[in-house]
């Protein structure tokens, strides 16, 4: 079965940073689009990042852009979320998600999505 298990959240204050790893087990990695989204208490759950099959290209959400990085090892099964300039407003739980195909458009579609990690818990203090 398909398995996605992220780690690497914490607490950290305002400008610092993280790097969340999501580990990837029963799928064909590098034939996946693979994202993150967050969600955090009464709000819905939002994309943060995408990185498509081969790996070239990526897209980030206007409010993490030039602050975050999206990254993954094919060979490790492994996907990242670098994230710096962190923000008050980017306390959330981060989840790790992974899609075979498009069946919504636009491919930042959380319901395009049919794999979830567990989630990881980012809290940001002023």
């Known amino acids: 079965q398909v398995h996605l298990v992220e780690s690497g959240g914490g607490s950290v204050q305002a400008g610092g940073s993280l790097r969340l790893s999501c580990a990837a087990s029963?799928?064909?990695?590098?034939?996946?689009?693979m994202a993150w989204f967050r969600q955090a208490p009464g709000k819905q759950r939002d994309w943060v990042a995408v990185?498509?099959?081969?790996?070239?290209?990526?897209y980030y959400a206007d409010s993490v852009k030039g602050r975050f990085t999206i990254s993954q090892d094919n060979a490790k099964n492994m996907l990242y979320l670098q994230m710096d300039l962190l923000k008050p407003e980017d306390t959330a739980m981060y989840y790790c998600?992974?899609?075979?195909?498009?069946?919504?458009?636009?491919?930042?579609?959380?319901?395009?999505?049919?794999?979830w990690g567990q989630g990881t818990q980012v809290t940001v203090s002023s």
């Open positions: 029963g799928l064909t990695f590098g034939g996946m689009y």
């Open positions: 990185v498509a099959p081969g790996g070239h290209i990526i």
């Open positions: 998600a992974a899609a075979s195909r498009l069946t919504i458009l636009p491919i930042t579609n959380a319901r395009n999505y049919n794999y």
